[in-house]
T-cell receptor
Framework: GENVEQHPSTLSVQEGDSAVIKCTYS??????FPWYKQELGKRPQLIID?????GEKKDQRIAVTLNKTAKHFSLHITETQPEDSAVYFC????????????FGKGTMLLVSP | GAGVSQTPSNKVTEKGKYVELRCDPI?????LYWYRQSLGQGPEFLIY????????DSGLPNDRFFAVRPEGSVSTLKIQRTERGDSAVYLC??????????FGPGTRLTVL
């Protein structure tokens, strides 16, 4: 089955800096890659996703890049703010319609003011 | 509109007891997923419904776990003879079929 590795496990940045979180996946059939933000005690919230037919997608301060050849994808957050502090999870699935998600172990992002 | 809801938010039970966890998906979403999240880990897949039927139950850890979705909307996850290792947050997600999955707030299950 699919295996998703996520790095780093923790990331501390100063407010205004950029943050990058990287994930690799094992199943070359995977074609849908969402990112979730989870604040302490809250539900995971979908913040951005990318499908295998594009290499990059951007939404305001958040961007995701995908390299299918290398089987890795990354989350980029620019101009970080304290409210960006949370645990971020990457995930992968092989069917962008109906399919289960395989998650990474998460990255705890701490943005210091 | 209303998001995915789950009840109860917290459940404390004793080892060996039976528990039921409920999920109300977003109206109109045909797919419903159950995941389990342990502390410091990402959600792990348990079972997925397409309509009323379980399309994939390969994530259920053993036959003590069972889930139903009799009318294609609300789903109930049932755990028999609970064990301390079952303690976790049980998350439900629903999807309209475009890939995006929207999660509920979870039920925190504690087995004493």
């Amino acid at each position: 089955g699919e295996n998703v590795e996520q790095h780093p496990s923790t990331l501390s940045v100063q407010e205004g800096d950029s943050a990058v979180i990287k994930c690799t996946y094992s199943d070359s059939a995977s074609n849908y890659f969402p990112w979730y933000k989870q604040e302490l005690g809250k539900r995971p919230q979908l913040i951005i996703d990318i499908r295998s037919n594009v290499g990059e997608k951007k939404d305001q301060r958040i961007a995701v890049t995908l390299n299918k050849t290398a089987k890795h994808f990354s989350l980029h957050i620019t101009e970080t703010q304290p409210e960006d502090s949370a645990v971020y999870f990457c995930a992968a699935s092989w069917n962008s319609g109906y399919s289960t998600l395989t998650f990474g172990k998460g990255t705890m992002l701490l943005v210091s003011p | 509109g209303a998001g995915v809801s789950q009840t109860p938010s917290n459940k404390v039970t004793e080892k060996g007891k039976y528990v039921e966890l409920r999920c109300d998906p977003i109206s109109g979403h045909t797919a419903l997923y159950w995941y389990r999240q342990s502390l410091g880990q990402g959600p792990e897949f348990l079972i997925y419904f397409q309509g009323t039927g379980a399309a994939d139950d390969s994530g259920l850890p053993n036959d003590r776990f069972f889930a139903v979705r009799p009318e294609g909307s609300v789903s109930t996850l049932k755990i028999q003879r609970t064990e301390r290792g079952d303690s976790a947050v049980y998350l439900c997600a629903s999807s309209p079929g475009s890939g995006e999955q929207f999660f509920g707030p979870g039920t925190r299950l504690t087995v004493l």
